[in-house]
């Protein structure tokens, strides 16, 4: 779990040693009988960050989420807000809100109801509570539908509801389970620019968890990748994506081609000589000795493909296109390379023109920077 | 579709087929009854006048009259045994609710495993008739029956109690034969209600009790009117629990039914109580119909 310093200025509270972490989750372990959902995981989050837990489904994200929220107890472990003990507060009782990823409407009640409804728990009086609401609604862009039932409203309309509610007690800290997960794509762009100008407005933290590596990227100050109950990375979005710490985190966000191996040396650049065959060098990161056996993980954008032979000796293979995926701003070639190992490129297209200069098929030559490629050390 | 050999659909068979049903077996007979409450009691056979004469015109003759009707309002017998029959249907409906929601909130949040067991315990009852079930309760409720003895076997009274052939036994026998028509209908609500919003509540800082008034009660509303209507209606025209468990002074209007069918020969008089009974009834039935429309229109 290598927690580093971030350099992007987005992820700035998280560099700030001075204050004590808003969130601290102590060695939390939840088990549901014998499945262990949570796996001790150990992680601090500052306030007015906008936080994501990334993972597929069944990593143990949501059930992270669930008892920041107080609707799971951990089986072992402590949780501090604002640096007291949540670990047992009921979710009644404690100063977080949740959006629900099924958006958990009231669906007897009207729009402005449902928002309302945090509010009257609170006893907060009338006048002010529909002040209030009118303010949500208008935040969320449904002044208009405040009369309306959940189920007189499409799903992004929905999902602008429950935002709304979430919203309403002006919580420090705002827990989002897959909040854009059932809109389709537009929406989901036009929401997550919404939810950042929301955070940047009202300012508070925000912890968004999404199996959808665009989403984390697009949203969050800081990601955590989560597998099997545990926390593999965490980092700023540029750290998770351009350094991956660990094969499955390199996978999981955005496609990668990794490129198994053996360091040759470490006299100056690491060099690798690969199984495929061609010898590949890159930065050193972290302490490796000659003989070991590692991997080289490589972008599939950071590649360059052409015909023509690269004058470096370094990071150049040789193959044959086998698949060509148009996808309008960029193509993505499949190549098999001399070895045998099946790469893939992705590349813009920069002219416009109909007729391809790279053809299935071909014979090409693929070729990156020393930069682009990232050393994995652990076992596959 | 396409029409077959004698340009009758398919599909307006199977739609044609319970309405004939109703025609035969709930139409005609009501017609009859109705035609009979118009009647005068004769003793002859049948034991009624006729109500239409034909004249030899197109239409037949009404000769009947409303006497029989006039003769309900009268009579305070009848009143009162309509005003009695429903105060006890309304209060039963009312335990049967009280403990009825309990139950099937139970058995809705119990796991997965239990629940199945926990509803055929609710169902079991019907595995058995229900007339000999009522009367397995003369045995327990009597005198020297089951309960008096072991309370008196404990030293806990001394006199039997005297629990049969009142107002107690009454109430006893329709709760005890209604209560799974509540449970059914409240069961299937509280069951399909979304866990998630319950956790809303309680993550918007509404304490469980709170959330029970403000969420689970109003949408459990549909099922509890189901279940009430299916207790009410029937239990407002129960003739064999007031006649085996209830005492002579149990006047419900389903026993003065029988007994102006049976004892006093009166056909018309008869229908005619069978007549207003189910004007009686079918205000709730418009009620509930209306809730009925109204879930399956917010389903959408």
Redesign the interface.
């Known amino acids: 779990m290598n927690s580093k310093s971030s350099s992007a200025p987005a992820a700035a509270p998280a560099t700030n040693a001075i204050t004590s972490p808003y969130i601290r989750i102590e060695n939390v372990t939840k088990r549901f009988g014998s499945f262990v959902a949570v796996d001790n995981v150990s992680l601090d989050i500052q306030r007015n960050e906008f936080f994501a837990l990334l993972g597929a489904s069944g990593c143990g994200k949501s059930t992270l989420l669930r008892m920041l ?3 799971e107890t951990p089986t072992e472990g402590r949780i501090l807000i604002d640096g007291q003990d949540m670990t047992h507060v ?4 404690r100063p ?3 959006m ?1 990823q ?1 958006y ?5 009640m009207t729009v402005a109801d449902n928002v309302a ?2 509010l009257k ?2 006893r907060m009086p009338a006048d002010q509570i529909k002040r209030r609401v009118a303010e949500m609604l208008e935040l969320v862009q449904l002044e208009r539908f405040a009369t309306r ?1 959940p ?1 007189q409203l499409s799903g992004g309309q929905r999902q602008r509801v429950a935002l709304a ?2 919203l309403a ?1 002006h919580p420090k800290l705002l827990l989002l389970d897959e909040p854009l997960a059932a809109l389709d794509k537009k929406l989901r762009e036009q929401t997550q620019f919404e939810l950042m100008n929301i955070q940047e407005e009202i300012g508070i933290t925000f912890i968004v968890v999404t199996h959808d590596q665009e989403e984390a990227m697009t949203l969050a100050t800081r990601i955590a990748v989560m597998n099997n109950g545990v926390i593999l990375q965490i980092g700023s979005p540029t750290e998770v994506y351009e350094f991956p710490g660990n094969r499955f985190v390199a996978d999981f966000l955005g496609s990668i081609n990794l490129f198994e191996g053996v360091v040759e040396s470490i006299d100056g650049p690491l060099v690798v000589k690969t199984e495929a065959g061609p010898m590949m060098e890159l930065e050193a990161r972290g302490e490796v000795s000659a003989g070991q056996k590692v991997a080289v993980a490589v972008r599939p954008e950071k590649i360059a493909i052409g015909k023509e032979r690269p004058s470096q000796s370094m990071n150049a293979c040789h193959g044959q296109v086998v698949e060509i995926a148009y996808q309008g701003s960029v193509s993505i070639y499949r190549v098999k390379l001399d070895g045998g190992y099946m790469a893939r490129v992705n590349a813009q297209n920069e002219t416009r023109s109909a007729r391809r200069v790279i053809d299935w098929d071909d014979e090409v030559w693929l070729s990156w920077e020393r930069e682009a490629g990232v050393l994995l050390v652990d076992e596959a | 579709m396409k029409n077959g050999r004698f340009g009758i659909s398919g599909r307006t068979l199977a739609v044609a087929a319970p309405y004939l049903w109703l025609l035969v077996f709930f139409l005609a007979p009501f017609a009859i009854v109705l035609k009979l409450s118009f009647a005068e009691p004769l003793i002859a056979q049948p034991p009624y006048s006729a109500v239409f004469e034909w004249t030899g015109g197109l239409l037949p003759r009404f000769t009947g009259n409303f006497e029989n009707y006039a003769f309900l309002l009268s009579d305070d017998l009848y009143i009162n045994a309509y005003l009695n029959s429903i105060q006890i249907a309304l209060f039963s409906t009312l335990l049967c609710l009280a403990i009825g929601y309990p139950m099937a909130y139970g058995i809705a949040r119990a796991p997965g495993a239990w629940r199945n067991a926990l509803l055929m315990l609710v169902i079991l009852p019907f595995w058995t008739s229900f007339l000999i079930r009522v009367y397995a309760w003369i045995g327990i409720l009597k005198n020297n029956g089951i309960l008096n003895n072991v309370l008196i076997g404990l030293g806990i009274i001394d006199e039997p109690l005297d629990i049969l052939h009142n107002h107690f036994s009454v109430y006893l026998g329709i709760v005890y034969s209604y209560l799974p028509f509540m449970i059914l209908p409240l069961y299937a609500n509280l069951a399909r209600m ?1 866990e ?2 319950l ?9 469980p009790w ?1 959330t029970f008034v ?2 689970t009660l ?2 459990s509303l549909p099922g509890i009117v189901a279940g009430s209507m299916l207790v009410f209606i029937p239990a407002v025209g129960e003739f064999v629990i007031p006649e085996l468990l209830g005492g002579p002074d149990t006047l419900m209007i389903g026993k003065i039914l029988w007994n102006e069918f049976f004892q006093n020969r009166d056909w018309p008089v008869a229908s005619a109580v069978a007549i207003a009974m189910l004007v009686l009834l079918v205000i709730p039935i418009v009620i509930f119909q209306h809730y009925q429309g109204k879930e399956a229109g ?1 389903v ?1």
């Open positions: 929220a107080g609707l009921p979710p009644y009782e977080v809100n949740m629900f099924s958990a409407l009231f669906p007897h409804f945090g728990q609170d039932k189920h509610r979430s007690k | 979304d998630s919003l956790e809303a509540a309680a993550d918007l800082g509404c304490r709170k403000s969420v109003p949408l917010d959408k």
